[in-house]
């Protein structure tokens, strides 16, 4: 059965100073679900995905700083509708791996009780769990928001070209969540990307995968680069966590072919990780067995 | 700064910190601090790397080369790329301080009845999956508490407590290099010798920098098989064993450890091709020490090894030709003594780290004046 993603593309949503069209933004995510999802309404969309008691993580990717990192307008759009359709605003965390990292993307940190949830694995009595979790003899440990905290999971990366993994997007997102990425990147981060995914604490709980691709930095990633990175104005929703990182690299591909680069294959960087993800069954790492849905608002 | 309290990070490791310090030299507890976090790591260069263009880099240091862009750190976990310049963040940032018998690196001909004054900092170039100190070697500096004690303090310690050696051990010194070379040339100053306990999988530049001021070197020979560097070490062996080769040849004393792993790295024929090699290529007298493997890590779904599977390399390695051979890991064990390989009289008796007699007078064998390679005193 093919897999469905859904790219919503949309003219304006970054604006001429480098900002965000707000309500250009929240339309985005609201037809992003509902395309997905074949409802009519976001309400019914997310009912398919989340209990009105789910904790539910947004992951993002906040190494790139500020200019190369998922968007607090993003993020809170996203949480914004989730609380629109009736998950807790306590229950909602948005985080990544440091504090430091989340404030230098722009975001403010909360840990109270009321408004979203904003904060770091390294905050004090979160950290990291006890149980190495292990898989093809490399051994992690989780963070407990992954772990514990939260009982949904969805992966709101940024996507961005990567030196060694040659595109880092929903999967690779979760490298956020264990205590030793570095351990992971080896031949192009493959087979780690896709066995890391396969952990319990993670596809257990992860729901949905949505890629931030307002601007896209298609090389010379994962820091930001100016000359290389493109504005895209567009999201990129999808229920198989595969399909969207595959569809992501066909974005970056195209960013790329634009302005004469060779493609990542021919520069021995191909996210070969998807392949791989694949045949664990994972989801779909091919054109033939995606449904793209590409629509502008 | 303020003194942090202890938080949940990886697993034990920030209580190893302390409570090692605690038991061994509770002394040290009066002046020194640990704190976790990012804000208490190092931010100095790095040596042997390169810079490419894009604020890209590649580090020299190790034979992995890791090429970096800006804001990604080695797999190593301690060096990262800030901005296009590379820093290591544990320079002075110590996460385990033991005084510790020298006996225990092992090193056996090296200072007998010695302290070691032992560092380390969190990270690791390799991944054992029988990593006896996982919880700081596979962790970053930030997960674990880190004491902040610079060169010139490591060396005022190790002159406080009577020290002859600093070794730089528990995980893998080659990571935290600048730390330890620059120790090491103030310990030097002082008269105070430096021990490194490392498993060698480090360029041969660098190496034959540090060894000028270093002067005894172990190396954990994880086996002598790449299948199983690849399977179990994430490393490669050639790099490894021409380190070996390259301390050999120098004036530092050198030692080797062989961790025995249950049917892993403990086949007869693979032990006696690493006897056979070392015999070759270093000749008869480094210590080879065959230490007994404990289920540890992510490997305890195997049995601690079998005496007699150690007794069996011990022999295999006689028959080769080594002249001093130890059994680790098995207090008690006649095969922790040294033998003279002459006379074959017991001329260092030992019991687990605890050296009972010694019979070596002059570096020479008190029965048959044979000379005993080493450095006695």
Known sequence: MASTVVLIREKGVLTPDGGINQRKLSLMFKQGIQVLMGQQNQEESLRLLFKNNDRVGIKINTIGGKKLSTRPEVSYSLAKMLLEYGIQQRNIIIWDRTSRELRNAGYRLNLNRSGFKVFGTDTQRVGYGSKLVSHLNIGSLFSTIQSDMITASISLAILKDHGMAGVTAGMKNYFGAIHNPNKYHDFNCNPFVAELFETKPIKSKHKLTILDSLVVQYHRGPSYHAQWAGKYEALIFSLDPVAADFVGWQVIEKLRSKKGLPSLKEEKRDPIYLRTAEKMGLGKANSEEINIIEEEL | ?377
């Open chain 2, 1 to 377: 700064m303020k003194r942090r309290q202890f938080f949940k990070t990886a697993g034990g490791a920030t209580l190893l910190a302390g409570t090692g310090l605690m038991n061994q030299t509770p002394a040290l507890l009066m002046d020194l601090y640990a704190f976790g976090g990012e804000e208490n790591l190092s931010k100095v260069e790095a040596r042997y790397y390169k810079k490419h263009p894009d604020r890209e880099i590649e580090c020299l240091l190790c034979p992995r080369f890791c090429k970096l862009g800006d804001k990604e750190r080695g797999y190593c976990g301690v060096r990262d790329n800030i901005g296009g310049t590379y820093y290591t963040l544990v320079y002075g940032k110590a996460c385990a301080i033991h005084i510790d018998p020298i006996e225990k690196k092992p090193l056996f001909h090296y200072l007998p009845k010695s302290n070691a004054l032992s560092i380390a900092t969190a990270g690791c170039n390799v991944n054992c999956k029988f990593c006896q100190n996982w919880e700081t070697s596979q962790v970053r500096p930030e997960q674990v508490q880190n004491y902040d004690f610079p060169p010139r303090s490591v060396v005022e310690y190790a002159q406080k407590y009577n020290c002859p050696v600093i070794a730089y051990t528990y995980t893998e010194p080659i990571v935290f290099y600048e730390y330890m070379y620059d120790t090491s040339q103030e310990a030097r100053k002082k008269g105070i010798k430096n021990a490194v306990i490392t498993g060698g999988y480090i360029n041969p530049e660098p190496l034959e920098d540090l060894m000028k001021v270093v002067d005894a070197i172990k190396i954990d020979l994880k086996a002598f098989s790449q299948d199983f560097y690849t399977a179990y070490v994430r490393g490669e062996l050639e790099p490894i064993l021409e380190a070996i080769k390259i301390v050999s040849k120098s004036n530092i004393w050198l030692e080797i450890v062989y961790l025995v792993i249950p049917t892993l790295n403990d086949r007869s024929n693979e032990i006696r091709r690493l006897s056979r090699w070392i015999m070759k290529e270093i000749g008869p007298d480094v210590p080879l020490h065959f230490s007994r493997f404990h289920p540890m890590y992510l490997m305890k779904n195997l049995p601690p090894t079998p005496v007699s599977t150690l007794e069996n390399a011990h022999k295999i390695a006689i028959e080769e030709g080594l002249h001093y051979v130890y059994i680790g890991n098995i207090p008690g064990h006649r095969a922790e003594n040294t033998f003279c390989p002459k006379c074959k009289n017991i001329i260092i008796q030992r019991k687990g780290y605890q050296i009972n007699n010694v019979y070596i007078i002059g570096g020479k064998c008190k029965y048959c004046n044979t000379p005993i390679p080493g450095i006695w005193s």
